[in-house]
């Protein structure tokens, strides 16, 4: 993960909503023009827009209905909502002291 990514992702998911990137006038367009949108080694906006980057796995479809490629039945996927995961201590719990809504 490059260096200019990690910062992009840091400034897009500041803690604080009203600092993040993207977030002041100019909005998204100050998104797409932080140093790793600018890398030649990331990928092309005009060509992101215009559809012209070819996709990195493309589905064999039977025919334009085929949905083979989906999860047929979600029902049947593991529900993690009613599970219970293990109290963090208050060291860790510190770290994410600043996510979330300041009350």
């Known amino acids: 993960m490059s260096m200019e990514f990690r910062m992009l992702m840091v400034a897009v998911l500041y803690p604080n ?11 998204w367009r100050d998104i797409f023009a932080s140093p ?18 070819v996709a990195p796995w493309v589905p064999h479809l039977k025919d334009p209905l085929d949905a083979s490629s989906f999860h ?8 993690l909502m009613d599970q219970t ?14 996510f979330g809504p300041q009350i």
């Open 85 to 98: 995961f293990p109290q963090i201590g208050e060291k860790q719990q510190k770290i994410f002291s600043t």
């Open 17 to 27: 909503p009203s600092q993040r990137l993207g977030s002041s006038r100019n909005g």
């Open 72 to 79: 047929p039945d979600a029902s049947d996927m593991e529900d």
């Open 36 to 53: 790793w949108f600018a890398n030649e080694a990331s990928f092309d906006l005009r060509k992101l827009r215009k559809q012209a980057i």
